[in-house]
């Protein structure tokens, strides 16, 4: 078996062989995190709810967001300390990360104070214990990429994987336990449960870089140096983070609530296609960081991801054009969200579309390139604007001109259709942006 790993190996390639290990190992944890998603978050909320789910889980995203940007910022440096294998500084850059994380999602947590339960009331559920879940499923959920940035850095590919493994049978088990009690609660509780895990996990399995002494790190030289970097990747975080969690609350508050929840149980098929993505995208990182290293271009590495994302996406569509109805009528309340297996395949195309645009920024970062912001951040926060302006243009239409009332209100989002076609049209911009960068570096 080893010798035949070997040769595999050797006939693939580093990168093949640890996008392939990689997407294997996860394979089994997505089993179980698909049983969840389809079968028993349905089975314990209801679909006047179940469309809640998606916004709550962007607002979470959105607290932890600066938190996560400032672990981003270093995810380069990480991976050049780990190369020249000065773990010293790494466990001192680690433990910074880790405090300054801490001390951003405080102040998170003071705002969310104020804001959390005027967006509740906007998505249409009781507050009840949720403020504290989401937070701390937004606290741990910043942390635990420090240290899988770490294991990423160092190629750590195997370990990783098994702890991806481990953590969708804890994530389940712990869901099986609270959700019986109050069910979007204790979803939370079960997405808090994995990331706690892949931390102490992660931190096992770095015990033997980070047994060492802690070297100087931090000093005003360094700070001067990565200012520049986190307003560049927050610029961009916040951008989306922005239209995320417009687009999610859109969903839910605009259309009905029958259109939200069958976009949820939707998604969890059409998420699928983002298996390969996620795996290629996370050894895309520090392969492309190296190859931008030595000078070279990054476009062939990023043109083999979008090709096999794209493949695998495509068979996927035809499969669900033809299975989805069946598929979605086997699930709990079946009957009410088989009439959705329409979008499927068209959500399965917005996925690829978001995830092709992923790998070209995952690219542009690796090699500390951030002209992506001159597009992405306008037509992030234009997206949020327009959605805003159509579904919310009664607070203000007695003061525009009737035409445009009327150009509004034909444009309106009123259905899982309307909406989707907002999201066809960003999604499809984006990746236009990309392609036009892609092909000026050629070379």
Known sequence: MTRLLSRLHGRLGDFWSHSLMVFIACRPADLLNAFVGLWLVPAFISPDELGAVAPLLQYASFLAMPAGVFA?????????????????????????????????????????????????????LAEGSLGVLILASAFVGAVAPVFQNAMQSLKKFRDFSVINVLGAPIRLITMLLAMPFRPISGYFVGQTSTPIFQILASLFCLKGELRVKSEPYWNAVVAKRFSRLFLMLGTGSAAGAISSLVESTVL??????????????????????????????????????????????????????WIAVVAFSAALSAFFCLFGRPLLAFLPRGEEYSPYWWAIPWAIGISTAAQITSAYITAEISANRFGYLRWLVPLSLGYAALLLAVTGYGYYARFIPTSWSAFLSMHNITSLKTMMLWMTAFTVAKVGFCAAAIWRDRR
């Open 72 to 124: 981003a910022t270093f995810r380069n440096e990480l991976t050049a300390l780990a190369v020249r294998g000065e773990y010293g500084r790494m466990k001192s850059l680690m433990r910074g990360v880790f405090t300054a994380t801490a001390a951003i999602l405080v102040l998170a947590i003071l705002a969310s104070h104020f804001l959390l339960p005027l967006f509740l009331k906007r998505i249409r």
């Open 252 to 305: 839910r508050q605009r259309i009905p609530s029958i259109d939200s929840a069958g976009y949820y149980m939707v998604t969890r098929f059409s998420d699928i296609s983002s298996f390969l993505a996620i795996s290629l995208i996370f050894t895309l990182f520090p392969y492309a960081a190296e190859t931008a290293a030595k000078g070279n271009s990054t476009r062939n590495l990023v043109l083999k991801v």
